[in-house]
């Protein structure tokens, strides 16, 4: 099971490099995409958070 987990994540490394090197442009939006993601999910959390406190 740990060489399986490895192997997945050696290959998701190889192709995200693989990606980043071949189409940069794309990879810099997926990223921002994803960083958007992350911003936006953190803000939903808060929001829940704080209409719980009021």
Known sequence: MKLVKRLA???VVVFALFYMITRPEDAATAVEGAVGAVFGATE??????SSLVT
Not at 44 to 49: D, N, Q, T
Request: aromatic share 22%; proline share 0%; no cysteine.
């Open 44 to 49: 939903a959390v808060g929001r829940f958070f």
């Open 9 to 11: 994540l050696g290959l």
